[in-house]
């Protein structure tokens, strides 16, 4: 229980430096804009949620890797947002879902390595 806390808060320690420092954002939350104006990272968002709403965790963190184009801060802004609300699930309803905080960290890790910055926190 402590080890998980201890990852947990590693995670959101690390989403939020990574937000503030490549994003200039206080916050890791994706705001959606009113719906006629929206992009394809916004459509993937609510997809994302949907695929998180119905437990398919695995199903939308391939999604994310397939969809992601390393050139869009926009990616790196959705790509903390998802992180950030697995992190955010309890210990019970991850391992329900076939998911673990270490996997949470490990997408984390490959998603920082995909925009170039993992050197740079690691």
């Not at 104006?37 to 998180?52: F, Q, R, S, V």
Request: proline share 1%; charged share 35%.
């Amino acid at each position: 229980m402590f080890e998980q806390d201890y990852i947990m808060r590693m995670i959101r320690d690390l989403i939020r430096f990574i937000a503030k420092t490549f994003l200039n954002k206080e916050t890791t939350v994706y705001e959606l804009p009113i719906e006629e104006k929206y992009t394809e990272t916004d459509y993937i968002h609510k997809e994302l949620l949907i695929l998180l709403s119905q437990g398919k965790i695995n199903e939308a963190e391939n999604m994310l890797f397939d969809q992601l184009e390393i050139n869009n801060k926009r990616y790196m802004e959705l790509a903390l947002d998802f992180y950030e609300r697995l992190n955010n699930l309890d210990d019970e309803c991850l391992e329900k879902n076939n998911f673990s905080r270490e996997e949470i960290e490990e997408g984390l890790k490959e998603i920082m390595q995909e925009f170039g910055i993992s050197n740079i926190i690691y």
